[in-house]
């Protein structure tokens, strides 16, 4: 039960805030009782939980068996590349973090990623190039 309760503070916070911030986490261990090793261990356990501050477009690429038979190790190269950020960061003028995710429930679309949570599927390079042109 604790655990159900920590998972729901933890997606409170980061929907409202982006992030889970050492802050927040004291508050979550004083609101629940939850010790604060624990709170962390869950933060950074969890893909979908950051405890480091996000772009203003999160990207997750899927890297699942099913994307990455379709090329998806390809795409995530170009995005490091064209980003200039590895997996786990975010683009200095805070505007793109990028992470490479397991399967998102795209397999018969492959290759496929979340921007803020929107699927995007059967990516090429192109598709992605048109899709961060329409991020301002």
């Known amino acids: ?36 090793s ?15 501050p996000q772009g203003k477009y999160v990207i997750e690429v899927c890297n699942s068996p099913s994307c990455y038979l379709n090329g ?4 995530i190269k170009y995005l490091v590349r064209k980003l200039k950020i590895k997996s786990g960061q975010t683009t200095k003028d ?12 795209c397999c018969d679309e492959a290759p496929a990623m ?10 090429t390079k192109e598709k992605i190039d048109e899709i961060l042109k329409k991020c301002k």
């Open 72 to 75: 998806s190790l390809n795409l």
């Open 94 to 105: 805070k505007k793109f973090s990028l992470h490479i995710s397991s399967c998102i429930g």
């Open 114 to 123: 979340l921007l803020n949570d929107k699927p995007y599927t059967k990516l």
């Open 1 to 36: 039960m604790q655990d159900i309760i920590l998972l729901n503070e933890l997606r409170k916070v980061q929907d409202k805030e982006g992030y889970v911030s050492e802050k927040s986490a004291r508050k979550i261990n004083k609101k629940t009782g939850i010790p604060l």
């Open 38 to 52: 624990r709170i962390y261990a869950a933060a950074t356990f969890y893909a979908k939980i950051h405890t480091e």
